[in-house]
């Protein structure tokens, strides 16, 4: 049976090996402190799987953290010159291969699906192929690495230490906010289980006039929109603003349909992602690796959109979800 924690040990050992690439790379005057925060990633990736099974105590994984924190905080982290093509050569292989270029990247959902449907059933002695219910996530992981052999195959490239490089390129291009939204997906539960949607449904319904169904449904979507800016992630304004507004107020008050209320919702949280920062992966990380002038020049562009979508939402939930 293919577990989901050897997928795990396959990302921490590649952190762990483009780590001591940057770490060897003097071209790149910060190189300790990049080798030291990425490969702390790479580590905790593989520790983690005694901790989970409480074989190791987890504190360390918090120091970890902590010192990540205080590396990219204080600037300890660069980046070096990758040993790469030129952007000629870049350039001449892209229209020799034209569209195929995506095949690799379209066969990561297509392996992905394929185990998530048809593997999932398989068994080998009576024994699952795949570690139940981590099914999707082994997919993605063997996905990649099928994507890895078939986009070496296409480009010819035989050394694996190629592919380790632009990996290693990528990750010091995007730099400590590739890890911002798995760190503000966790603030999202923090403030769960401190209280914070109990705190900020307590004031809603104290302000909300009585029987004011759109009122409570501009909050609640408005709320969500805002609680995404600050947290950069959907998925972690929601149990707040459900726990404060959509469920009391909305479902449990005014009767309103919970998967429309809980799905249009969100849709009103991904609206907050269009024009946040915090959503570091879909805002600033595009445009560090495409070397844009304006950083936030993907905010400004979808800003107008959000609005949009936002009031759009906000329509069709009074119409539809009550």
């Known amino acids: 049976m293919i577990k989901a924690e050897w997928f795990y040990w396959l990302v921490g050992l590649s952190f762990l090996v483009m780590a001591s ?7 790149n005057p910060k190189r300790y402190g990049t080798g030291a925060f ?26 970890a953290v902590l010192v990540m924190a205080c590396l990219a905080g204080f600037g300890f982290t660069g980046r070096g010159t990758p040993r790469t093509t030129t952007p000629e050569q870049r350039t001449a292989s892209a229209a020799k291969l034209g569209n195929k270029l995506f095949v690799p990247a379209l066969t990561i959902p297509a392996v992905a699906m394929a185990c998530a449907i048809g593997v999932k059933h398989l068994s080998i002695g009576g024994e699952p192929v795949l570690q139940e219910g981590s099914e999707t996530i082994l997919g993605l992981g063997i996905g990649a690495v099928v994507a890895l052999v078939v986009g070496m195959i296409m480009l010819r490239e035989k050394r694996i230490s190629v592919p380790v490089q632009s990996g290693r390129s990528m990750l010091e ?13 966790t603030l999202g539960a923090i403030f769960q289980v ?8 307590k004031i809603a319904t104290s302000v909300l006039p009585e029987g004011s169904l759109y009122i409570a449904v501009v909050v609640y979507c408005v709320g969500m929109f805002v609680f995404t800016m600050i ?23 005014f009767d309103g349909n919970p998967a429309a209320v809980l799905a249009i919702g969100m849709l009103a949280g991904f609206c907050g992602t269009l024009v946040t920062p915090m959503a570091a992966n879909f805002n600033i990380v595009p445009a560090a690796l495409l070397e844009l002038k304006d950083q ?22 009074a119409l539809f979800a009550f």
């Open 296 to 317: 936030y020049g993907p905010i400004k562009a979808q800003l107008p959109t959000a609005g949009v979508l936002l009031g759009c939402n906000i329509l069709i939930m």
């Open 194 to 201: 401190s209280g914070v949607g109990d705190q900020v449904g």
């Open 173 to 185: 291009a995007m730099g400590w906010a590739m890890l911002l939204p798995q760190m503000l997906a």
């Open 38 to 63: 990425w490969g702390l990633i790479g580590a905790g990736f593989i520790y983690s799987s005694w901790v989970v099974t409480k074989q190791a105590p987890a504190e360390p994984l918090g120091v």
């Open 21 to 27: 690439q940057m770490v060897t790379d003097r071209s």
């Open 231 to 253: 947290m950069g992630n959907a998925f972690a304004a929601f149990p707040v603003m459900t726990a404060a507004v959509g469920w009391p107020v909305l479902i449990g008050h």
